[in-house]
């Protein structure tokens, strides 16, 4: 079963990305106001009235939502763009962008190294460019999911170009060889990757990258994705049992792009960051 398949009824790709929005900005005021801001004393706001801490696992447990969602609609971007250099770079400008954000929000006070989520995103899409490339070079990629932008195709076809097509020697006709060949190249790659993201102190860090790519291997066959990533999210980091909530929308979804703009969520996300700093400066004093 692929994602074309499923009925026009349930949830399109532009209204899950607001639902994930919606829950990422619950998320980060809850963590803002009452993980990180502090009293004139030094405690932190959640620790400072009776319901604290049960606002805050409220509030944090919304925000679980909004991770795989984002997750999934990296691979459907990636799946659907007319150009992937300019998705990339588009992603990789923004992240930029949203980085001084990010650490005044989530970490004041850290010396260590960090990175938003949209350096974990663009992580994860390079990888899945790169398996996808090894396994059209090695001839492997029959259990890959298509590019799904047909129209892309036709148009190519109607200009009359031709695109190149790496080949292999004969001697590597053989196709257990030839998934091994794939196999070494693309394990190097994840493994580089997650070091990366792991080092640079991404958000979900390799975690991150492997629900991603287990998303985009699965992507034909949605039960088996959306198991392997909530269960992979769930073993990394046992608060993400409530991804489950994001991982539904994604059974949900009808493989309809829906109304949406294509650049709110970049503007949105350095520009909430921005924002709830501010209030909590106002409000806190950091």
């Known amino acids: 079963m692929i994602y074309q398949q499923i009925s026009k009824s349930g949830i399109n790709a532009g209204t899950m990305k607001r639902i ?3 829950a990422m900005f619950i998320d980060h005021m809850t963590l803002s106001f009452l993980e990180v801001a502090r009293d004139p ?7 400072t009235f009776e319901a604290g801490r049960t606002l805050d696992s409220i509030g944090r447990g919304i925000g679980r939502l909004a991770f795989p969602i984002f997750c999934f609609l990296i691979v459907e971007g990636f799946l659907y763009t007319r150009n992937r250099w300019k998705y990339l ?4 400008v923004f992240a930029a962008v949203s980085q001084v954000p990010f650490c005044l929000l989530v970490f ?6 960090h990175a938003d989520t949209i350096f974990t995103l663009a992580a994860g899409y390079i990888l899945i460019w790169i398996v996808e490339t090894l396994a059209g070079y090695f001839k492997v990629n029959d259990f890959l999911p298509a590019r799904r932008s047909s129209y892309i195709e036709a148009e190519e076809g109607d200009r009359g170009e031709k695109k190149a097509v790496l080949t292999l020697p004969s001697r590597l006709d053989r196709k257990w060889i030839r998934v091994i060949l794939f196999m070494i190249p693309s394990l190097a790659a994840g493994f580089g990757i997650c070091w990366l993201a792991k080092w640079f102190g991404c958000d979900y860090s390799y975690g991150g990258v492997i629900c991603i790519l287990l998303l985009y291997l699965l992507y034909r066959y949605r039960e ?8 992979w999210l769930t073993s990394y980091n ?6 489950i909530t994001g991982f539904w929308l994604i059974w949900c979804y009808n493989g309809k792009r829906g ?5 709110f969520f970049y503007l949105f ?10 209030i909590r400066r106002a409000i806190f004093g950091a």
């Not at 770079?89 to 990789?92: G, S, Y």
């Not at 046992?238 to 991804?243: H, I, P, Y």
């Not at 109304?259 to 650049?263: A, E, L, R, T, V």
């Open 20 to 22: 994930a929005i919606i």
């Open 108 to 113: 004041p006070n850290s010396q260590k190294r």
């Open 269 to 278: 996300y350095p520009g909430h960051l921005i924002f709830l700093y501010l």
């Open 224 to 231: 088996y994705s959306i198991a392997a990533a909530w269960a």
């Open 259 to 263: 109304k949406q703009n294509k650049y």
């Open 41 to 47: 004393q030094g405690h932190r706001i959640m620790n």
């Open 238 to 243: 046992q608060n993400e049992l409530l991804a």
């Open 89 to 92: 770079i588009r992603l990789l």
